[in-house]
């Protein structure tokens, strides 16, 4: 199975400021990676596909992209709404793996 | 608007086995994947298997191999979910969600939490 880490785990910020996270694969999937947020209790919301396309309806202070098998999501000051846990997620082979999140908190 | 509504929570005993089923509304049924994804408590997700209502093809993760079964009635637009022989590391929110082939998952249910619990 490919594996994906994330990493930092957690990450903690103001309103405001600008924060990456970065997902990095244990082989090459090419732009096959996926971003979600998850909030508590909810299922989660696509945000980032094909490892930097904006998914329609995402806030466009969104951004991601990517570097061989390092992927990077950011944000670009930081709304209340932004604090949850963000996951990636490679869909370039079966099992489609994610990581294990990265929480972004207060 | 699409909505994938779900069955209600289950415990279920060790051994036994479970079912979800996903209700899809708000597009044409036939031309989305339905995926199924769980989340254990505190983890990350984890995809299990796909299925395509047109013709009404599955995979599955190696992992479900042998007790995971997808299914789906394309007259009343649900897809179910049957998880056999269970064990408390079964115990998690199933979510079933629309993509394609690939798991780009745009719509999600809002998820069942199925307790496996002797």
């Known amino acids: 199975d490919i594996h994906m880490t994330q990493s930092p785990s957690s990450l903690s910020a103001s309103v405001g400021d600008r924060v990456s996270i970065t997902c990095r694969a244990s082989e090459k999937i090419s732009t096959f990676l996926v971003w979600y947020q998850q909030k508590p209790g909810k299922a989660p919301n696509l945000l980032i596909y094909g490892a930097s396309s904006l998914q329609g309806g995402a806030p466009s202070r969104f951004s991601a992209s990517r570097s061989g098998t390092e992927f990077t999501l950011t944000i670009n000051s930081l709304q209340p709404e932004d604090f949850a846990t963000y996951y990636c997620q490679q869909s370039y082979r079966i099992p489609y793996t994610f990581g294990q999140g990265t929480r972004l908190e207060i | 608007q699409v909505q994938l509504v779900q069955s209600g929570a289950e415990v279920m005993k060790p051994g036994a086995s479970m079912q979800v089923s996903c209700k899809a509304s708000g597009y044409m049924f036939h031309t989305y994947y339905i995926h199924w994804v769980r989340q254990a408590p505190g983890q990350g997700p984890e995809w299990m298997g796909r299925?395509?209502?047109?013709?009404?093809?599955?995979t599955y993760a190696q992992k479900f191999q042998g007790r995971l079964t997808v299914t789906g009635d394309t007259s009343s637009r649900t897809v179910y979910m049957d998880l056999s022989s269970l064990t408390p590391e079964d115990t998690a929110v199933y979510y079933c969600?629309?993509?394609?082939?690939?798991?780009?998952?745009?719509?999600w249910g809002q998820g069942t939490l199925i307790t496996v619990s002797s």
């Open positions: 969600a629309r993509g394609e082939l690939l798991p780009l998952l745009d719509f």
């Open positions: 299925f395509n209502p047109n013709g009404g093809a599955t």
